[in-house]
């Protein structure tokens, strides 16, 4: 395999290969995501697999592979010339070997009405995140159809932005609100328990809760935020908590359409009163939801390895690009709270993840001492009932 140079690795490629390389053997593939991909009716394999070829000569994050350094923070990425996509079924519990091969594979199989073909892509964080797996689908598509799309950004391009003189003022700055943020926050004790998921659909409809946050003065991630933290206040009994945000560091318009892992944790601080009003809990985690995003680049071989038993952590799943707010229906199904096999074990042992379009779902995954099935429960109904709570007293 012929490649382009040797690189260094985004910030956040950084971040994800430091995650990878502390993991066991038996958990390294729970970075792959297992995407599901349709295609119009009549579309035949070869079809498919040029679209899948001329998404991976566009994107070099489908052509990339990674090469380990003397020291862990040296890893550098090379660049095939050649696209090389892996077609194929596998599972999504066999692990990428990233210094060997790109780390995706696509294989087709038909669809539930038997007149279409669905794209099956298994590809890790490292080579796509949450949303460059969007960023792939609507071009995978766009490429299907024939629709010419502009050229892409790289990571080796942001990459060397990144080792600039003006950007490293940028660094510091992260590292010193992450450490101040860090010795600030309170030292709860925890200690690792069994695995526990749940999924509270809440039965709010997006057009609801975007309106809630509009009518607050903050942004829809900022509501939801301020309810976890008051509803782990309800639950905990403390007010005070640390709280890690997934920064998608995309404010930038020259990255938003790239293809690879920016996501990167970065910690605030939340104060609320689960009885207190609203407004003024929403618009003080709002300042320091921007605050904290502002810092969300950072050299995470600079600092120490997060400890993910240390706070909440949280994740924000947007609507798609196209969803219209008043499309969604105004009702949903009744709120209820459902538990979910045990998956993932790598990762936060306190984590909510937020869907909300087309309505709103919670899941939670938690491995901590002291929270097993009532406590989730408890946390996900509370939660339930503020956001409820929120949208009738903004309505």
Request: aromatic share 6%.
């Amino acid at each position: 395999m012929h490649g382009q140079g040797h690189h260094p690795l985004t910030m956040g490629q950084l971040s994800m290969w430091r995650a990878v390389s502390v993991r066991p053997t038996e958990q390294l593939w729970e970075s792959n995501q297992d995407l599901l991909w349709s295609t119009p009716a009549g579309t035949g394999e070869e079809q498919v697999r040029q679209a899948l070829t001329a998404l991976a000569e566009r994107h070099e994050s489908l052509r990339t592979v990674y090469r380990p350094g003397d020291e862990p923070s040296g890893v550098r990425q090379v660049v095939l010339r050649d696209p090389l996509p892996r077609f194929g079924a596998a599972s999504a519990r066999e692990p990428f070997d990233l210094s060997a091969q790109p780390a995706w594979r696509a294989w087709m199989s038909p669809a539930d009405d038997g007149e279409s073909a669905q794209v099956h892509v298994l590809i890790h964080h490292i080579a796509a995140d949450g949303a460059a797996v969007r960023i792939l689908e609507s071009d995978f598509h766009a490429l299907l159809r024939g629709d010419p799309l502009p050229d892409a950004p790289t990571p080796r391009e942001l990459a060397e932005r990144q080792r600039t003189d003006a950007f490293r003022a940028r660094l510091s700055a992260a590292l010193e609100y992450r450490r101040r943020i860090v010795a600030a926050a309170p030292q709860v004790a925890a200690s690792r328990g069994p695995l526990v998921r749940a999924r509270a659909q809440t039965g709010i409809a997006y057009r609801d809760v975007h309106r809630a946050a509009r009518r607050l003065g903050v942004t829809l991630p900022t509501l939801l935020l301020t309810v976890y933290a008051q509803a782990l206040a309800a639950t905990t009994g403390r007010t005070d908590h640390l709280l890690w945000q997934l920064s998608a560091n995309r404010m930038d318009p020259a990255v938003r359409g790239l293809v690879s892992s920016l996501t990167q944790w970065v910690p605030m601080l939340a104060a609320c009163d689960p009885d207190g009003p609203l407004r003024p809990m929403a618009r003080d985690v709002n300042v320091a939801v921007a605050r904290a995003l502002q810092h969300g680049v950072y050299d995470p071989f600079a600092v120490a390895l997060t400890d993910l038993d240390h706070g909440s952590y949280f994740t924000f799943i947007p609507a798609p690009a196209d969803a219209a707010v008043d499309s969604t229906p105004a009702e949903t199904a009744p709120a209820r709270v459902e538990f979910l096999a045990p998956h993932a074990r790598s990762g936060p042992s306190f984590y909510l993840m937020a869907h909300v379009h087309p309505d709103v779902r919670l899941t939670v995954r938690v491995m901590r001492d002291g929270y097993g099935r009532v406590e989730v429960r408890r946390l996900l109904t509370t939660m339930t009932d503020l956001l409820l709570r929120a949208v009738k007293d903004t309505a």
